[in-house]
């Protein structure tokens, strides 16, 4: 396995040599040389992953395939390129660059990696990663075993050596998985939790397979060296858990809540990195190895993780991590491959991966296709896989071409399995509720459940406006399953969090109540809780901490768990107190993706509570005193009748309209609130749809049914031709005081909108032409504005007749009537 010597000139750094007006080249110094490699291999890979990116390829997949365009088996064909660009002189300054930054990458997966997750996770995760471990294992072990590798004579036949890459062909990293789920947004699946979970099993088991191979190799030596091995590694162990995270911890405690840690406590710690690496190399345990443990020794999350995470990133991931794949590819010869034993081992351990996985998921009652893409995910190859055959041929264990084979099959298995695993997989298929969750088709004594998602505190007083105005009784109660939305920072696995009700409860006016932004949050909507008789109103929050390009899941999964009929988002623009908008990117890809996927109802509440304008303004702030005498910023407490409001609604028919119409239908049993519904009706000589106006017309016969016996509810009726006449319309709710205007999203057969093409300009299509024409910080309403959307259920309606037409809103107590109805002196349509 003698590859060759190298003898060459150690080039200068740069700044020595000749220049091109001196007649020299530039790249014949190392750093000059450097950054042309870099710049064509970081290009090149990104062109592949963007080409590749349609075909949900991991990005894995497009690096590794950079270096290979890059080596032997393509562009370094050519001796001329191979010596200007991939000279043999610059190979030692490329290799030590690479593995630097590598060592920062594994130390930032170990910081981000939560091993609680396995505990969490429950026995599911567990049986699958043993048994996906196992397996493959043991199918591999047999195929390395006895003469088998006579045929393959580049690779060592220490059984030792043989076990070890067994076991490499067999584990499933959670640092090779975790960045594959993210890319696909399935983090926060229930496939992704199980699959996260069982690569953490197998890291587990491989990490004590790693320690059993180094006291193995030198025990060769001597029982003594084996012993000193032992102790080595069990120092390096206790000073990192002893030592090391003690300070870690006490740096999280000194740092106040919401302040980044001191630069000078980050950069210790990567100063600790490289003693830690330097370390591990003279024990024989290789310094990756040792910067993962200590990366699993400093806490996950804000504020040292994130700190730690934001400092490595930009750099290191960005643009280190595609050079050592690159430098996988420059030692891949795809024309040196001939099919061997080898191939046939790798096959054998893609197959028992297969099995492995599929077969306990299947006992374990996971559907079919999710549990073939659980099983396909979990064969997916990359980083750890990348070092361990690297390692191997560095340390001549295999030879190129043997090294070759391993990092081609690699890739091929990786970039088959993942996207028919992507394909096959479908999170919002779980989604599927086959009742209606509605509020139109709510039960007038059923309980109003509601998940509100908050993204900071400056959502908390409109949505307890929203509550109030929704009047929650005994009688007709409401349930609010609070969830907090934080974007992931310093982790990769997502994280849960359902919080104790009676223990934040108890904390409302202690002493020493606590002051994050989260516990004033969740404090408020307890103080609302008990301002209500009880029973009216129950508060139940949770946090997720997951990337928003995933969020969407948690928010669905916590909406069918707890059956809940409205899932209330805001609007990702938030007008300031001081003018202004500011706009959360992040959080309107959470709201874009639950109004596609959402197994109920949808309101996106658009929130002005700047100044004394909104339904907010009849609410105190978030950190006021929520006590029985609290008054808003308009001087009307909170509680019981002297909460005053008023609300329109926007009819132009369809079943969101109806939805947006059965809920304030509820505001108007609301002594406080009165109400207004505003039915548009498309002028004469315009063509409708009979049967929708049929539907329409029986909802506003109930509508106008409860507000002859209320005294807070009307109805008129607006004949319009044009949009410029419903602009006319929505502008004169200006000076009718109202505080909320409430519509439907969608209006697909309104005969009016679709022949402006007003959705071509729209800056939210998502809100519908209405919703978003009132959401604009253009069309300048001093109301705040709530955008609903009824619950999508393929198929049912044709299924069942007339699923939509049922009418369930409920007759609040007949009262004297001091608001007339006023309607349209137009015939009925």
Known sequence: MDDGINCYVVPQTTGTGRNIFQGGSPLQESLPLLGVQLVLIVAITRVLYFLLKPFKQPRVVSEIMGGIILGPSMLSRSPAFKEMV??????????????????????????????????????????????????????????????????????????????????????????????????????????????????????????????????????????????????????????????????????????????????????????????????????????????????????????????????????????????????????????????????????????????????????????????????????????????????????????????????????????????????????ARRYAVYKRRTLQHLKPDADLRILACLHDESHVSGTLALLEASHATPQTPIGLYLLQLVEIAGRSAPVFIPHNPRRNASRIGAPNAPSTDFDRIINAFFRHELRHTEGAVS????????????????????????????????????????????????????????????????AVFVDRNAGNVGLSNFIPGPLQDYSGSSTGSSGLSMSGPQFHAAVAALFFGGGDDREAMSYVARMARHPGVTVAIVRFLPARGIKDDPADRRVDNRAIEEVKALAARSRNMQVREELVGDMEKIVEVLRGLDKAGYDLVIVGMRHRWYPVMPANGLSDWSECPELGVIGDLLASSDFDTPYSVLIMKQQDQAGLNAAVPGAQDQWHGALPPPRQRTMSTAESSMSKR
């Open 86 to 427: 991939f000279p043999a002189r610059g190979d030692p300054v490329l290799h030590t660059v690479a593995t630097f930054g590598l060592m920062y990458v594994i130390f930032l997966i170990g910081v981000r990696m939560d091993p609680m997750l396995v505990v969490r996770s429950g026995k599911k995760g567990v049986i699958i990663g043993l048994s996906g471990f196992i397996l493959p294992l043991a199918m591999t072990t047999a195929g390395l075993s006895g003469a088998a590798m006579v045929s393959e004579p580049d690779v060592t036949r220490r059984s030792t050596f043989l076990f070890a890459l067994a076991t490499s062909l067999s584990v499933t990293s959670f640092a090779v998985l975790s960045p594959i789920l993210s890319e696909l947004s399935l983090l926060n699946s229930d496939l992704g939790r199980t699959a996260m979970s069982a690569s953490m099993t197998t890291d587990g088991i491989a990490w004590l397979i790693m320690v059993g191979y180094i006291l193995a190799e030198a025990f060769l030596v001597s029982a003594v060296t084996s012993l000193w091995a032992f102790l080595s590694v069990a120092a390096l162990g206790a000073v990192i858990l002893f030592a090391v995270r003690p300070v870690a911890l006490k740096v999280i405690e000194r740092t106040p809540p919401g302040k980044p840690v001191d630069e000078n406590y980050v950069f210790f710690f990567l100063l600790i990195v490289l003693l830690v690496g330097f370390y591990s190399d003279v024990i024989g345990t290789n310094s990756f190895h040792g910067a993962l443990m200590l990366g699993l020794a400093i806490p996950d999350g804000p504020p040292l993780g994130t700190a730690l995470g934001e400092k490595i990133d930009a750099m290191v991931s960005g643009l280190i991590l595609p050079l050592y794949y690159a430098m996988t590819g420059l030692s891949t010869d795809v024309w040196s491959l001939h099919w061997g034993r080898l191939q046939l081992v790798v096959l054998l351990g893609w197959f028992g991966k297969l099995v492995g996985v599929m077969v306990p998921s299947l006992f374990l009652e996971i559907p079919l296709r999710d549990a073939v893409s659980l099983s396909l995910f979990m064969s997916s190859k990359g980083i750890v896989e990348v070092i361990t055959f690297t390692f191997f041929l560095t340390n001549k264990l295999i030879g190129k071409n043997s090294f070759s084979v391993l990092i081609c099959s690699s890739v091929a298995i990786t970039a088959v399995s993942v996207p028919v695993a992507g394909l096959l997989y479908d999170p």
């Open 539 to 602: 508060v139940h929050p949770f946090t997720t901490i997951s990337p928003y390009s995933s969020m969407h899941d948690e928010v669905c999964r916590l909406a069918v768990e707890k059956r809940t009929s409205l899932i209330l988002l805001h609007y990702h623009k938030h007008h300031l107190l001081a003018g202004g908008v500011h706009a959360s990117v992040g959080l309107r890809i959470v709201n874009r993706k639950v109004l596609e996927v959402a197994p109920c109802s949808v």
